[in-house]
């Protein structure tokens, strides 16, 4: 099986005061920050939560247009925010046909049971077979292993994340992502600070917990090396149709 | 290769007419007229108080009842509504919960509309060929229960009830996934949201690709159009495919039957279709056929399957 590595990482943040912003806003917001020269994905994921505020647009494939229209393209969700641990076990199943693919994370509002989220929030990861870190699923029982064997080990925590559930390693540098968002907490964590992260560990972890039904989920960045292109947009989107 | 090993439709008790269905729905008489004779509609099924997971579960119950349900790695439900329109967060986890299937990994594919279900059975045996687990499957689930104003809003068709499911595995016994093709057109994502123009430049555009993702299935499979035994469509109406389904050398080898009966079931109709004709024996061992889905947004996709006789 192909290695999925990261190639970008985008994230997006914008208040909701009053229009009501959509999926398609925060994916423009995203694809704003995309590097001119990354190749048409052959794969294009949506992932969230809880549903777009608006039903008729089929995001996923506005995404799809918007990043060259020659992808295989859908939305994973109905998993509280395990849907985008899920997609990236997609993306990696399909690395060695896709090439060149992107996960988009989104999220407008949250399942009920969750506070709602402060802002709309995005984060777009794009992944290829360069020399960016290997991504990939993981089991909370791997990372002790994966910090013995890679060096220093960042543990990104969500806001619900429970540490020792998840198999984080005492030894383990600890990055907790404030409440405040649901799905979207680490990786949009991931795409505001991987510059630094880059050069200071060899391998990254995401964990998070979702508070609905306390179920843990662990998805880990190794063989680490500086990115380009990484970048936050925000602003004002345009008026929801 | 990625196998169907098994699929199985469900309907409620309820059958209604095209009429009485029109009359739920608030069609005019015009419409009513329309989906009789030009869209072939007759019967369908459809229970006001009936529950989603009353409607999906028993055709996955069917086919859990015949395999190892602890051999299931993932649960995935293709739902073609989503947005606040389309099923509750949940739904993946309710399903999940109530099948006894802990095992799973349950998550929703959606956002190609009615052709998810071709994607769902490439993702379930991508991810299938990626884990490496000899013997493991993946359990695909479809149906949908839209609000009566949701049902009403989808005019250009009769939403109906009807589930289906099917298991995927990797290799052993079953339909063989040949190949599978599809294309996005992105600049329609709006839906039925879309101006008229779009609605017009999508109908000029979509016998084309769909000619192109129907040749490129068969090259991809090896074989050609003539090759194939039954092109299986969604129940969407006949003159949906006018211009496609309706010529040479594909004309005259469509499955229509469930059209007239079942009315449009949303994401399942592929797989009611496949049900239909695995029960029936109409599918000749060997003998490549063709699923070929359309959903708005818009997604075409099709998908040759080879029926591998039975051992013994």
Same mark, same amino acid.
């Given at each position: 099986?192909?290695d999925l590595?990261?190639?970008?990482?985008?994230?997006? +943040?914008t208040?909701?005061?009053?229009?009501?912003?959509g999926h398609k806003?925060?994916v423009?917001?995203?694809?704003?920050?995309?590097?001119q020269?990354?190749p048409?994905?052959g794969?294009?994921?949506?992932s969230?939560?809880?549903?777009?505020v608006n039903?008729?647009?089929?995001v996923?494939?506005?995404l799809?247009?918007?990043?060259?229209?020659?992808?295989?393209?859908?939305?994973?969700?109905?998993?509280g925010?395990?849907?985008?641990f899920?997609a990236l076990?997609v993306?990696r199943?399909?690395?060695?046909?896709?090439g060149?693919?992107?996960?988009?994370?989104?999220?407008?509002r949250?399942?009920?049971?969750?506070?709602a989220?402060?802002a709309a929030?995005?984060?777009?990861?794009?992944f290829?077979?360069?020399e960016?870190p290997?991504?990939?699923?993981?089991?909370?029982?791997?990372l002790?292993?994966?910090?013995?064997?890679?060096?220093?080990?960042?543990?990104?925590l969500?806001?619900a994340?429970?540490?020792?559930?998840?198999?984080v390693?005492?030894?383990?540098?600890?990055h907790?992502v404030?409440?405040?968002g649901y799905?979207t907490?680490?990786?949009l964590?991931l795409a505001?600070?991987?510059?630094?992260? +880059?050069?200071?560990?060899?391998?990254?972890?995401?964990?998070d917990?979702?508070?609905?039904h306390?179920?843990?989920?662990?998805?880990?960045?190794h063989?680490?090396?500086?990115?380009?292109?990484?970048a936050?947009?925000?602003?004002?989107?345009?008026?929801?149709? | 290769?990625?196998?169907?090993?098994?699929? %199985?439709?469900?309907?409620?008790?309820t059958?209604v007419t095209v %009429?009485e269905?029109a009359?739920q729905?608030g069609?005019?008489?015009v419409q009513t007229?329309?989906?009789?004779?030009?869209h072939?509609?007759?019967?369908?099924?459809?229970?006001?108080?009936?529950?989603?997971?009353d409607?999906?579960?028993?055709?996955a119950r069917?086919i859990?009842?015949?395999?190892?349900?602890?051999?299931?790695r993932y649960?995935?439900?293709g739902?073609?509504?989503?947005?606040?329109?389309?099923?509750?967060p949940d739904?993946?986890?309710?399903?999940?919960?109530?099948?006894?299937?802990?095992?799973?990994?349950?998550?929703?594919m959606t956002?190609q509309?009615?052709?998810?279900?071709?994607?769902?059975?490439?993702?379930a045996?991508?991810?299938l060929?990626a884990?490496g687990e000899?013997?493991?499957?993946?359990?695909?689930v479809?149906?949908?229960?839209?609000a009566?104003?949701?049902?009403?809003?989808?005019?250009?068709?009769?939403i109906?009830?009807?589930?289906?499911?099917?298991?995927?595995?990797?290799g052993?016994?079953?339909?063989?996934?040949?190949?599978?093709a599809?294309r996005?057109?992105?600049e329609?994502y709006?839906g039925l949201?879309?101006?008229? %123009?779009?609605?017009?430049s999508?109908?000029?555009?979509?016998?084309?690709?769909?000619? $192109?993702?129907?040749?490129?299935?068969?090259?991809?499979?090896g074989?050609?159009?003539?090759?194939i035994?039954?092109?299986?469509?969604?129940?969407?109406g006949?003159?949906?495919?006018?211009?496609?389904?309706?010529?040479e050398?594909?004309?005259?080898?469509v499955?229509?039957d469930?059209?007239?009966?079942?009315?449009?079931?949303?994401?399942a109709?592929?797989?009611?279709n496949?049900?239909?004709?695995?029960? %029936?024996r109409?599918?000749?061992?060997?003998?490549?056929?063709m699923?070929?889905?359309?959903?708005l947004?818009?997604?075409?996709?099709?998908m040759v399957?080879?029926?591998?006789? $039975?051992?013994?």
């Open positions: 099986m192909a590595r990261l190639v970008t990482a985008v994230g997006a +943040s208040p909701q005061d009053g229009a009501a912003v806003e925060v423009d917001l995203l694809v704003a920050g995309l590097p020269d990354l048409p994905p794969l294009v994921l949506l969230y939560a809880a549903p777009d039903g008729n647009q089929t996923a494939s506005y799809n247009m918007r990043t060259g229209g020659q992808a295989h393209s859908f939305a994973v969700s109905g998993q925010l395990g849907g985008p899920s076990r993306a199943a399909y690395a060695a046909e896709a060149t693919s992107v996960l988009a994370v989104v999220e407008c949250t399942p009920d049971g969750v506070g989220p402060l929030t995005g984060a777009l990861l794009a290829g077979s360069g960016g290997v991504v990939e699923p993981a089991a909370g029982g791997q002790a292993a994966l910090a013995q064997e890679s060096g220093p080990l960042l543990a990104v969500g806001p994340a429970d540490a020792g559930a998840l198999g390693p005492a030894g383990a540098d600890i907790r404030a409440a405040g799905c907490s680490v990786w964590a505001r600070h991987w510059p630094r992260w +880059s050069r200071t560990y060899t391998a990254i972890a995401l964990c917990t979702d508070p609905l306390g179920t843990g989920h662990v998805a880990v960045l063989g680490t090396h500086a990115l380009h292109g990484t936050e947009r925000g602003g004002r989107p345009q008026a929801v149709h | 290769m990625i196998t169907l090993t098994a699929v %199985e439709s469900a309907f409620p008790d059958t %009429e269905r009359a729905l069609r005019s008489d007229h329309m989906h009789r004779t030009i072939g509609l007759d019967t369908m099924h459809y229970d006001a108080g009936l529950d989603l997971y409607l999906v579960l028993p055709p069917r859990l009842r015949a395999t190892d349900p602890q051999a299931v649960l995935i439900y739902h073609a509504l989503h947005g606040a329109r389309g099923a509750a739904t993946p986890q309710q399903i999940r919960q109530r099948l006894g299937l802990g095992g799973a990994t349950a998550f929703a956002q509309n009615c052709a998810i279900p071709l994607s769902a059975i490439d993702t045996g991508a991810l060929r884990d000899p013997g493991a499957t993946a359990l695909l479809t149906g949908e229960k839209p009566p104003e949701v049902a009403a809003a989808i005019d250009t068709v009769m109906a009830d009807g589930a289906a499911a099917c298991l995927v595995s990797l052993g016994p079953g339909a063989q996934v040949r190949s599978f599809t996005t057109r992105g329609y709006q949201a879309g101006s008229r %123009e779009d609605f017009r999508a109908a000029q555009m979509r016998p084309k690709v769909l000619w $192109e993702i129907m040749r490129e299935a068969v090259d991809r499979a074989c050609t159009l003539d090759d035994e039954w092109i299986i469509p969604p129940n969407q006949y003159a949906f495919w006018e211009g496609v389904l309706d010529r050398p594909v004309a005259g080898r499955f229509f469930n059209n007239r009966r079942f009315s449009h079931c949303l994401a109709d592929i797989l009611i496949a049900a239909t004709l695995t029960h %029936e109409r599918f000749s061992p060997g003998r490549p056929s699923f070929l889905a359309t959903g947004g818009w997604t075409f996709s099709a399957v080879v029926p591998i006789p $039975e051992a013994g």
